[in-house]
């Protein structure tokens, strides 16, 4: 069983601009480029409107797995 197989999640991976294989299992240097890849979509966007801290809520699950 790969890391990520939850649906809403894969979409989450794909509006960053991360391409996830579904069922893979990832290595920790993979783990931390995903995890650096999302930090970089979330600060990209608007602190002024709450786009940070929304998406940080949305990625928050993902985020958490990559750094176990």
Known sequence: MG???DDKELKL???AG???EKDKEY??????YIFMEISDFIMSHSSKNGDIAKLQNDYSNILKKVME
Not at 27 to 32: A, F, L, R, S
Request: glycine residues 0%.
């Open 3 to 5: 890391l990520f197989n």
């Open 13 to 15: 991976l794909k509006n």
């Open 18 to 20: 991360i391409n996830i």
């Open 27 to 32: 290595t920790t240097e993979e783990k931390k």
